[in-house]
């Protein structure tokens, strides 16, 4: 279930589809594989790691979001 689950939300993120949610998906599947299965956590644990900083960073510039909602760009200026 919760690799269906996470390979779904993998998919919306290779795509750039609904970014955000899905990485905070994508991460809570992967965190609960990791407790899971505590013989074999590093690998649930690192993609949860990645899908976290994914959700945090946002789509990028070719992305279905930045297509449809615009790319959004933070300029900081000099003190």
Do not use: C
Not at 7 to 23: K, R
Not at 54 to 77: F, T
Request: charged letters at 10%.
């Amino acid at each position: 279930m919760a690799t269906t689950v996470a390979a779904g939300a993998g998919v919306l993120l290779v795509v750039g589809l609904w970014t955000p949610i899905a990485g905070v998906i994508a991460s809570l599947a992967e965190i609960w594989m990791a407790f899971s299965l505590p013989a074999d956590f590093q690998a649930p644990a690192l993609a949860a790691a990645i899908a976290m900083a994914l959700a945090l960073l946002g789509p990028g510039a070719w992305s279905v979001d930045a297509h449809n909602y615009g790319r959004k760009r933070i300029l900081i200026k000099d003190a």
